[in-house]
């Protein structure tokens, strides 16, 4: 009794937490679900109710709504089979295997009956999507109960979800149940699942799983009768009380989140430590002596990772993670992730970095990650890095220089489109992952160039602060950011994310007698403020900053120890802009633009001047 209260708490705590949203009228729809799985673990088959409580925050009324049948995307003939057959670079875990897939192999997820306060519905399915007839209306401020019976068949692994992966786990339970669809003020989200990210809803989930009494079970949740199926989860002070016959129920309750998956093997070690806050971590993977050392010594680095996140981002609300080797790669859910575990440390650590912090940047802070993919995932990057890099022990003056590479590649390239592109739209997929991954990352990277790294931090924990547990959106990190500095930077997330303008400097000298003038030329057309470094022969070293007037405000010295001068404003109107340091040419060694390279200038090799 005293556990489920301490749940109620928890959950009326997290539920009222977008009310306090600071934009004024914001609104988002709540759900609760109540699902009852049976799984077959031979045939791959599995069979289900749902009850699902939805309750309409908008202030429209809602005549259908619509839910996602994920598994359906593992067919031959679907939109991510042939989309993966026609890109120019495909992902290679996918290529053209659904196509080989046998009709036991494919997926499947399919509605079977389906009632809104007990009368019946008229649905239709269409691959990944059901459009649903909603018998009365749905009003502003109401709720309904929509009773479900589905049936689905796991696909063999293919992305993300499915039977028998690579390393041989055998369920990797993800997108694998019908799950309503988001509405917002945008209205609904009825992205076809062809390969990319996901947007849902927020509410709490109790989910029962029947399976082989030799599987053991890890995923989102609280586990509400550990007693009962043992596996590393009871006390073990405590007998299990094992049921007879040859299997078990799981039964899981997580609140407030947007999302439910989960994994099971049969040959599974479960480990647990327990981590900052009270926070359990759970560690599920396979008995393969080439792996547990690794998966040994991950688990001290994780309570690391979960510490740092915690002090860098804002504390993790619930209290259990599980990291689960499963999937095809590394993926975040709701409380834990799915990710490979055959890897070298630093690889492993690596996705674990990510994946963890995954569990902010979208679980927590539930971008839609269809439209504004590089918030959740270059966000992610830009964190983990940090604390990757740390517990490595890889000394870098940029840490997110990988970054800033691939950023720089893909701008030169001329397959850039911008951030604004629908996430399934790219037509390349190297060119989606460097947008979302690498210059997301560098959006925060180059905010610390902008307003000062301490208020890029500063900004990241007062974010958090505001908007957690809600569906943030561009503008609501630029005006954090505002907040927090005191600048204007709606230029800066205009043209780094809705357009593909470039930041493109060069420096040139002028020798005059006892005096340099230095000439400065914005090539690309995205402005910048231009911090200046001059290097004197006797070593010593002054700094010029050149303000951006559209900025309205001038960053503090990011060097104290160095004098620095800051000179007039720079209009983004004039291409050009000249200064002159009072001190004889024959005394400089070098004057380079920005010291730092958090400024994603695309040509480099104009930024630097060696004076002989």
């Known amino acids: 009794m005293k556990l489920l209260f301490s749940f109620l708490v928890l959950f009326l705590g997290l539920n009222m937490s977008f009310a306090q949203h600071p934009n004024p009228g914001y609104w988002q729809q709540h759900v609760d679900y109540t699902m009852d799985v049976e799984v077959d673990v031979n045939s791959f088959k599995y069979w289900g109710t749902q009850e699902l409580v939805y309750t309409n925050h908008s202030p429209d009324v809602l005549e259908r709504v619509y839910y996602h049948l994920y598994f359906n995307a593992f067919q031959p003939g679907s939109q991510m089979d042939i989309r993966s057959r026609s890109i120019a670079d495909p992902d290679k875990r996918v290529g053209d295997r659904i196509l080989g897939l046998q009709e036991n192999e494919i997926g499947k997820l399919n509605i079977t009956s389906l009632s809104q306060n007990n009368q019946p519905l008229t649905y239709k399915e269409e691959g990944t999507l059901a459009s649903v007839s909603l018998s009365k209306p749905l009003q502003p401020g109401e709720s309904t109960t929509l009773s479900m019976r589905f049936e689905g068949q796991i696909p063999k692994q293919i992305r993300r979800s499915g039977r028998d992966n690579k390393e041989g786990v055998s369920l990797s339970m993800t997108q694998w149940f019908p799950k309503m669809a988001e509405y917002d003020h945008e209205g609904w989200h009825t992205d076809p699942y062809i390969g990319r990210e996901f947007h849902g809803v927020w509410g709490n989930y109790r989910v029962s799983l029947t399976l082989d009494k030799t599987y053991v079970v890890g995923g989102t949740g609280y586990l509400q009768n550990p007693q009962e199926v043992g596996h590393g989860y009871e006390n073990p002070n405590e007998v299990v009380k094992l049921p007879k016959g040859d299997r078990l129920r799981w039964e899981f309750y997580a609140p407030n989140v947007h999302d439910f998956a989960w994994a099971a093997d049969p040959d599974f070690v479960h480990d647990t430590l327990e981590g900052p806050s009270g926070v359990t971590l759970h560690f599920l993977y396979n008995d393969d002596e080439k792996i547990k050392e690794n998966w040994q010594k991950l688990q001290e ?117 911008p951030q604004t592109t629908h996430a399934d739209r790219y037509k390349y997929n190297g060119a989606y992952s460097a947008s979302a991954y690498s210059k997301g990352a560098i959006f925060l990277a180059q905010l610390g160039y902008i307003i000062g790294m301490d208020k890029a931090m500063e900004t990241v924990r007062k974010y958090y602060a505001d908007f957690k547990f809600t569906h943030p959106a561009p503008n609501d990190i630029k005006r954090t950011a505002e907040k927090v500095s005191g600048f204007r930077l709606g230029w800066y997330l205009t043209d780094w994310t809705q357009t593909t303008n470039t930041i493109d400097y060069a420096i040139e000298i002028e020798k005059k007698k006892k005096k340099t003038l230095v000439s400065l030329k914005r090539i690309g057309l995205m402005p910048m403020p231009i911090d200046i470094l001059v290097v004197y022969k006797d070593d010593s070293q002054e700094s010029f900053y050149i303000p951006l007037q559209m900025m309205l405000g001038e960053k503090e010295n990011p060097y104290p120890s160095i004098k620095r001068t800051v000179l007039d404003d720079w209009f983004w109107g004039s291409p050009s802009y000249s200064f002159e340091i009072s001190k004889d040419p024959k005394t400089i060694s070098s004057i380079s633009i920005d010291p730092s390279g958090l400024m994603a200038d695309v040509d480099m090799s104009n930024n630097f001047v060696e004076i002989e």
């Open 301 to 417: 680095d994780s309570v690391a990772l979960l510490d740092f996140f915690n002090k860098n981002i804002g504390a993790y609300p619930w209290k259990q993670y599980s990291i689960i080797q499963g999937g095809d790669g590394g993926m975040e859910y709701a409380m834990c992730t799915l990710i490979t575990g055959n890897r070298s440390y630093p690889s492993l650590l690596g996705v674990t970095a990510h994946e963890m912090a995954h569990a902010w940047f979208q679980h927590i802070l539930a971008t839609n990650e269809a439209k504004h993919e590089w918030m959740d995932e270059g966000f992610t990057t830009f964190i983990s890095t940090i604390i990757e890099n740390k517990l490595l022990n890889i000394e870098k003056n940029n840490p997110w220089e990988d970054s800033y590479r691939s950023y720089r590649y893909l701008a030169n390239s001329g397959k850039e489109q």
